[in-house]
């Protein structure tokens, strides 16, 4: 387990609450304006989890990573870049 798994967990729970909250709006019949603003913070808050969780892997990859290993921990970082 990474450094930061522990604190991402329940973000993205906070954020499948919200989550739900919206669906929840969206069957009401709430205003667009308001499910818009809702849906951004929830992406904000995912977004913020992808990256804090991304960012620990790289952290991660070359500090675990003998001299040998750079070249593969590169690759991984390189595949990893796209999704931040």
């Known amino acids: 387990m990474h450094r ?28 667009g304006l308001a499910l818009a603003q809702q849906l951004h913070a929830v992406e904000a808050a995912v ?8 960012l620990d892997h790289i952290e991660h990859l070359f500090e675990e990573a003998r001299p040998a290993e750079a070249p593969q921990a590169l690759r991984d970082m390189k595949a990893l870049a796209k999704y931040l």
Do not use: N
Not at 13 to 22: I, N, Q, T
Not at 47 to 54: E, F
């Open 4 to 31: 930061t798994h522990p604190d991402i967990v329940p973000r993205l729970k906070r954020a499948e609450g919200h989550l739900r909250s919206v669906i929840a709006m969206i069957e009401e019949g709430r205003d």
């Open 47 to 54: 977004a913020k989890a992808k990256q804090a969780l991304i």
